[in-house]
Nanobody, 123 residues
Framework: QVQLVESGGGLVQAGGSLRLSCAASGRTFSSYTMGWFRQAPGKDREFVGTITWSGSTYYADSMKSRFTISRDNAKNTLYLQMSSLKPEDTAVYYC?????????????????WGQGTQVTVSS
């Protein structure tokens, strides 16, 4: 079973940038579809974006112009580059692995989750 550990969260001012990382265990990371989700207090977990094993990326409409997902299969690491951050981006950010299947925006399609990393954007 794959294990995921996020890092890189923190406090940033509005308009700033932040890069999150997600380190994955296991030898088959390159075959997984990986996703980023976020959850703000009192809200449901929200799809941010996903990257397939082949590198195709898909994003939530509200984030596609500001967020970029990438992966380094040699390092078993997933990234989320966030720019032009807004206070409404404040949330716990989670990475997730989909062991079988392509891109998906649904939490139920992902089989493994990290513990999350807090991102706080101050105004």
């Amino acid at each position: 079973q794959v294990q995921l550990v996020e890092s890189g969260g923190g406090l940033v001012q509005a308009g700033g940038s932040l890069r999150l990382s997600c380190a994955a265990s296991g030898r088959t990371f390159s075959s997984y579809t990986m996703g980023w989700f976020r959850q703000a207090p009192g809200k449901d977990r929200e799809f941010v974006g996903t990257i397939t094993w082949s590198g195709s990326t898909y994003y939530a409409d509200s984030m596609k112009s500001r967020f970029t997902i990438s992966r380094d299969n040699a390092k078993n690491t997933l990234y989320l580059q966030m720019s032009s951050l807004k206070p409404e981006d404040t949330a716990v950010y989670y990475c997730a692995a989909r062991l079988l299947g392509g891109a998906s925006a649904y939490t139920s399609d992902y089989h493994a989750w990290g513990q999350g990393t807090q991102v706080t954007v101050s105004s």
